[in-house]
């Protein structure tokens, strides 16, 4: 099975070790809603990180 995710933002944001936390907590709250929830360091500045939602 093949899935597609549609992205739907990215912004940029300071990076936090607790903002996991938050990309978690938010997984597993709006799943049910076909959202998903990413983060990832900036490749060129590892003071930010990228933050993503996506349509499942």
Do not use: H, P, W
């Not at 597993?28 to 929830?37: D, I, Q, S, W």
């Amino acid at each position: 099975m093949d899935k597609k995710y549609e992205t739907l933002s990215t912004v940029k944001v300071a990076y936090s070790s607790d903002l996991y936390k938050i990309v978690d907590t938010l997984n597993r709250t709006l799943k049910e809603e076909n959202l998903m929830f990413g983060l990832a360091l900036d490749e060129k500045n590892n003071a930010q990180a990228k933050f993503t939602i996506y349509r499942t």
